[in-house]
């Protein structure tokens, strides 16, 4: 598995990738991105598995970008733990990793920024003003860098999701193309907690308190799909994480799958209820499906 830290040898790489064996017999190997900030998880570990299901060859960035924290965020907490990383996936299979120094990504003088309207306004858009526009950036740069066949992405951000496929399709992107930037399902520890990075900032404490999220938001699912009113469910969903230790509800809300528009009341189509809610300074977001009318 090779390490790569600037972007000449990373292309070389890419290029060596492609011209080594291919499972199907086709000239050109098919390559698999799965973009992470490190800190890998089995979440993490999933999607690598999913992505080596669909291409020949998969690289695993990791990078820690700066353009999607605000002032006052967790980017210098950030954990960053890249020996531990590589070897993970080095078991894993992947046959790259593209780990940039800042310099690399951003080199003096960069001034770029890709925003994506309406997909990234609301739910973790309001909370985190910017933070889209860094998101859509770096993945913009790491698609273009990598000029992967798939790329692969959590459904735990689904926001985030939405916002890259809205990117690839609005400038027509090829690699990958905005139907081969796949979600991959949540992946939960055993209590429900969906795993992130930052379930590493809980105290013992906080991290049991932190099942009330993924208990609350079933219970309100199951309200509105046996026709509660959604205002009142997504009420009382707010008030169980409060009385559960959390701090604070960024929001709760429910959207139609793909587009994120509000709902207020259940509808025929797609639909996911979405939550950011904080234990003391951790922030954690979830997203469930809600089964149509
Ligand atoms: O989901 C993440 O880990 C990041 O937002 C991503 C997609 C790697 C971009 O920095």
Redesign the pocket.
Known sequence: MQILHSLDPLRRAVAELRQAGTASGTPQATIALV????ALHEG?LTLVRAAREKADHVVV?I???P??FGAGEDLDKYPRQLERDCALLKAEGVAAVWAPTVEAMYPQGFASSISVSGVSDGLCGASRPGHFD??AT??CK?FHQVLPDVAL??E??WQ?LAV?RRMARDLDLTRPHADAVLGVPTVREVDGLAMS?RNAYLTPEQREQAVTLPMAMKVAIAGIEAGEDVAAATARLKDALLAGGFSSVDYAELRDADGLALLDSRSDAPMRLLVAARIGSTRLIDNMAVSPR
């Open positions: 973009p992470t900030m490190g993490h960035s990078f820690v970008n353009l999607q860094g998101v770096v993945v790491l992405f959590g735990k951000d985030q890259i990075s």
